[in-house]
């Protein structure tokens, strides 16, 4: 069965010592722009690995061209970092302030005091996270001053493959939309990119095998990329490479693939190479991998929040449109809240009659947990039905409200351009 559908198992102990032995090594542009935000002793020992079978190095012209493109960025994010922290310790003071503010006449409450200690306790973390900004190594912008360009210029220096040309690109791009409406991997998960952008990882993919055919080579792809039209996920874990990928590459140039994440690919050096790598620089990799997993999350709920309000902008926008239906719409939804909001007191009432006959503490607990949830429903409820009053006061000044809400949606569709690659939907 392996000689017929081998491309889902992944390879043999043989097949692994055979790759490991002689296969090019080449890595992906995230994991370069990485080095980045590694400390420079973690960025030392992986390029101390690199070093060692640096006969083997070899990068497509696509991810040197990516590299080259977003390192400012990465730079710049750093510095970006600092300064949104201390904006939030900033911001997060404010707001305790103005909470405490309730308490003003509460005598049982030392307002002074609360602010006082929050206020030290502020500018402490404040101080301390400018003076971690302060101690941040400055990155140049200048590339013949940055030192971790200058690694990776010197590692792949000779390494990096020729560009294709702008006819096969132009195919290779008509192709891609093809593929991606297929959702044939890699890269259908950037379909939601701006053009050629969204192309980024299929023409990676085809310089990387035509490299691989050119050279009679297998290749070892190291990659921080770990969507899944790139990777074979079932129940939320990794298993290995897509089969599809790996029999595309077996078929387009009679060799073998195999990707590793960074931290996959370091403890197999270790074990191949001898080499010296730190539990430290392990603990950052994972630090980041986390981190970054957590900001494609954050991201993507993000994309699922703005899509929802172009949604609902744009209903306001019809039903403006429509008067008459916008306001019958309006009225009706009023009048099942309403109807709520009379069905919610009947049983709150019911459930404070219980109470008052209630001797048992625990079903006096009960009790008011229930009678609590209940409030929290009506006040949901009264806020749902002052929306509708306003809606249907903004529909009575539809000039205005138009005006406000094609601006609102033309903002909300420009916050969606950056955040739709991240949409799960």
Same mark, same amino acid.
């Given at each position: 069965?392996?000689?017929?559908?081998?491309?889902?198992?992944?390879?043999?102990?043989?097949?692994?010592?055979?790759?490991?032995?002689?296969?090019?090594?080449?890595?992906?542009?995230?994991?370069?722009?990485?080095?980045?935000?590694?400390?420079?002793?973690?960025?030392?020992?992986?390029?101390?690995?690199?070093?060692?079978?640096?006969?083997?190095?070899?990068?497509?012209?696509?991810?040197?061209?990516?590299?080259?493109?977003?390192?400012?960025?990465?730079?710049?994010?750093?510095?970006?970092?600092?300064?949104?922290?201390?904006?939030?310790?900033?911001?997060?003071?404010?707001?305790?302030?103005?909470?405490?503010?309730?308490?003003?006449?509460?005598?049982?409450?030392?307002?002074?005091?609360?602010?006082?200690?929050?206020?030290?306790?502020?500018?402490?973390?404040?101080?301390?996270?400018?003076?971690?900004?302060?101690?941040?190594?400055?990155?140049?912008?200048?590339?013949?001053?940055?030192?971790?360009?200058?690694?990776?210029?010197?590692?792949?220096?000779?390494?990096?493959?020729?560009?294709?040309?702008?006819?096969?690109?132009?195919?290779?791009?008509?192709?891609? #939309?093809? $593929?991606?409406? /297929? *959702? &044939?991997?890699?890269?259908?998960?950037?379909?939601?990119?701006?053009?050629?952008? =969204?192309? +980024?990882?299929?023409?990676?993919?085809?310089?990387?095998?035509?490299?691989?055919?050119?050279?009679?080579?297998?290749?070892?792809?190291?990659?921080?990329?770990?969507?899944?039209?790139?990777?074979?996920?079932?129940?939320?874990?990794?298993?290995?490479?897509?089969?599809?990928?790996?029999?595309?590459?077996?078929?387009?140039?009679?060799?073998?693939?195999?990707?590793?994440?960074?931290?996959?690919?370091?403890?197999?050096?270790?074990?191949?190479?001898?080499?010296?790598?730190?539990?430290?620089?392990?603990?950052?990799?994972?630090?980041?991998?986390?981190?970054?997993?957590?900001?494609?999350?954050?991201?993507?709920?993000? #994309?699922? $929040?703005?899509? /929802? *309000? &172009?949604?609902?902008?744009?209903?306001?926008?019809?039903?403006?449109?429509?008067? =008459?239906? +916008?306001?019958?719409?309006?009225?009706?939804?009023?009048?099942?809240?309403?109807?709520?909001?009379?069905?919610?007191?009947?049983?709150?009432?019911?459930?404070?009659?219980?109470?008052?006959?209630?001797?048992?503490?625990?079903?006096?607990?009960?009790?008011?947990?229930?009678?609590?949830?209940?409030?929290?429903?009506?006040?949901?409820?009264?806020?749902?039905?002052?929306?509708?009053?306003?809606?249907?006061?903004?529909?009575?000044?539809?000039?205005?409200?138009?005006?406000?809400?094609?601006?609102?949606?033309?903002?909300?569709?420009?916050?969606?351009?950056?955040?739709?690659?991240?949409?799960?939907?």
């Amino acid at each position: 069965m392996r000689s017929t559908l081998g491309h889902f198992y992944p390879p043999t102990g043989a097949e692994f010592e055979h790759l490991w032995a002689g296969a090019a090594i080449v890595v992906d542009t995230n994991v370069l722009l990485d080095l980045y935000r590694y400390s420079e002793a973690s960025r030392t020992e992986f390029a101390a690995v690199l070093q060692t079978v640096c006969d083997r190095l070899w990068i497509p012209h696509q991810v040197a061209l990516e590299f080259h493109k977003n390192r400012l960025n990465v730079i710049d994010e750093q510095v970006s970092a600092f300064n949104s922290v201390i904006k939030n310790l900033s911001s997060a003071q404010a707001a305790f302030a103005k909470d405490m503010g309730q308490f003003r006449k509460n005598e049982s409450v030392d307002v002074a005091k609360f602010l006082s200690h929050h206020q030290v306790m502020s500018d402490d973390l404040i101080a301390m996270v400018s003076a971690a900004k302060e101690a941040h190594p400055h990155v140049p912008h200048n590339m013949d001053e940055d030192t971790t360009a200058i690694l990776v210029t010197a590692l792949f220096d000779g390494r990096v493959g020729e560009p294709f040309e702008d006819g096969r690109m132009k195919k290779l791009y008509e192709d891609g #939309a093809k $593929r991606y409406q /297929s *959702q &044939i991997p890699p890269g259908y998960r950037d379909s939601k990119k701006p053009e050629p952008q =969204r192309y +980024g990882d299929l023409v990676l993919w085809m310089q990387l095998m035509e490299h691989a055919s050119s050279n009679q080579k297998d290749v070892l792809f190291i990659t921080g990329d770990d969507k899944e039209d790139w990777w074979r996920q079932e129940h939320g874990k990794t298993i290995g490479p897509r089969p599809e990928l790996v029999q595309e590459f077996k078929n387009q140039t009679g060799h073998q693939v195999h990707f590793y994440s960074l931290k996959q690919f370091l403890s197999r050096a270790q074990e191949e190479f001898n080499a010296n790598i730190s539990q430290s620089t392990y603990d950052e990799v994972e630090s980041l991998s986390v981190q970054h997993e957590s900001e494609r999350l954050n991201w993507s709920l993000s #994309a699922a $929040r703005v899509r /929802s *309000q &172009i949604r609902e902008t744009s209903v306001r926008l019809a039903l403006l449109d429509s008067p =008459r239906m +916008g306001l019958l719409s309006s009225a009706t939804r009023m009048a099942q809240i309403e109807e709520e909001l009379r069905s919610l007191e009947r049983s709150k009432s019911r459930l404070a009659d219980s109470l008052n006959g209630a001797d048992d503490p625990a079903e006096q607990d009960a009790l008011t947990e229930k009678i609590l949830g209940l409030q929290a429903d009506i006040d949901r409820a009264i806020e749902a039905y002052i929306d509708e009053q306003e809606t249907q006061a903004s529909i009575a000044d539809s000039p205005s409200e138009r005006k406000r809400l094609n601006f609102q949606l033309l903002e909300l569709k420009h916050e969606y351009e950056t955040l739709a690659p991240y949409d799960i939907v």
